[in-house]
């Protein structure tokens, strides 16, 4: 989930994990979600990242046992493509972002 800054005062790291989220929803058969703004998360390397140092991360989880955008049990071929799609989302992420 991406991390959610303790203050409202950085809405641009929440436009840019919405942009990264859509992109990663284009590119892979990532379908879960994120955590909402303000939702009582337990603390990630994400959140410490951001509240840390200002830089923007997310942390994703994966079941083992079942894909719901393919509803499929994962397989070799499921994490080949998925990563195949991750990074033509990181590439086009960082493509589009402001420096």
């Known amino acids: ?3 959610r800054p303790a203050s409202p005062q950085d809405q641009g790291h929440l436009e840019r994990m919405a942009a990264f989220e859509a ?3 284009k590119h892979t058969w990532f379908t879960e979600g994120s955590t909402a ?3 009582a998360t337990v603390f990630t390397l994400a959140d410490g990242s951001l509240q840390r140092f200002g830089v923007d991360a997310a942390v994703q989880e ?3 046992d079942w894909i719901a955008g393919l509803n499929a049990r994962p397989t070799g071929r499921h ?3 998925f990563g195949e799609g991750l990074a033509a989302a990181l590439d086009e ?3 589009a972002i402001d420096r």
């Open 93 to 95: 992420y960082f493509g």
């Open 79 to 81: 994490w080949e493509s």
């Open 62 to 64: 994966f079941n083992c």
């Open 1 to 3: 989930s991406p991390a």
């Open 37 to 39: 703004p303000g939702a």
């Open 23 to 25: 992109l990663l929803r």
